[in-house]
C-alpha cells in the first residue's frame, strides 16, 4: 500500500511538470490527494527530497527539481518566484540588481536574487547555494513593476525607474552609491521624461529623488532627464533640505552648491 502511495505522490509531481508547473505548496497536495493520509504523503515528499527530486525551499512550499538543474539541485528563482509570493499572499517584485540584469543594465550574481515585498519584511533564504534577499515597503503598486514572461509563466519586475530609486535606498547593502551610479548609467536610457509625475514624486521619500537628481545632472550628464525631474520635484511642493549622497556618510566640510542639495560626501568614479 505504501509503495502505490509512494507512486500517487510522484506521479501527481510529473503530472504537474506536465502541466508546466515547477513547485506547489503542501495544501495543494493534500487537497488533490485526499484519500492519503497525512503522514503517507510526508513520508512520500521525505522520499523524493532525499532523492534530490523536490526541494523544500520554504515552510510548505516546494520546488520541483526538474533534470536539466539537478546537478544545481535547484532551480532558477524565474521559476518559482511568483508562485512562491502567491503562496505567502504577499504583492511583490523582483529588484534592485535582479531587476537591472533584466533590464541589460549591471551584472547579477546568479546565486543571489533580490525580491522587494511589503512589511513586515521577510528574512532571506539560503537553499543550495542561492540566496534570495528580501527588502520591504509600506506599499507595492502595479505601477511600479512590469510583467516579464518566464518558462513557468510571469513574474513582477521593477520598472527602471523604480529600480534606480531603490538601487539609491539600498546602496550601502549593494556595493555602495558608485556600483549603484554604474548600473543606473545604463538604466536611464530607459528613462522618460512622462514617468516624472507629481503623483510619481509624491510617492517617494524626496531624499531618493534628489539623489537620482543630482546622479543624472552632475555625473551621468543627462540634462533633459535632470531638468524634467527637478521641475517636478518644485510642482510636488515636497520640501528640498540638504541631504548627504552617501547616507551613513559624514556631511560637514563637504560641499551642497547643486540646486539638488546634495552634500557630495563621496566621490563617484564610473
Known sequence: MQTAQKKSV??????????????????????????????????ALIR????????????????????????KKILPPSLFIDDLMKSLNRPYYVSLLSAAAYHGAGHQQPQEFFVTTVFPALRSTTKKGLRINYSGKMKISSEMYTKVKTESGYMNVSTPLETALDLIHHSASIGG???VTEVISELCTQFKTGLFTVKWVKSHPAS???????????????PRLADALYKTLVRSKKGIYR????????TKGYRSGNRWKVIVNVTIEI
Open 10 to 43: 510522484e506521479n501527481w509531481i510529473t503530472e504537474q511538470l506536465s502541466k508546466g508547473r515547477y513547485c506547489f505548496t503542501l495544501d495543494n497536495i493534500r487537497k488533490s490527494l485526499s484519500g492519503f493520509s497525512q503522514t503517507a504523503i510526508k513520508f
Open 48 to 71: 523524493l527530497t532525499e532523492k534530490g527530486k523536490i526541494l523544500s525551499f520554504h515552510k510548505g512550499f516546494y520546488i520541483i527539481v526538474v533534470p536539466q538543474y539537478r546537478s
Open 177 to 179: 552609491m558608485n556600483r
Open 208 to 222: 531618493v529623488v534628489q539623489r537620482l537628481g543630482y546622479l543624472l545632472e552632475e555625473v551621468l550628464e543627462k
Open 243 to 250: 541631504i548627504p549622497l552617501k547616507a551613513s556618510g559624514k
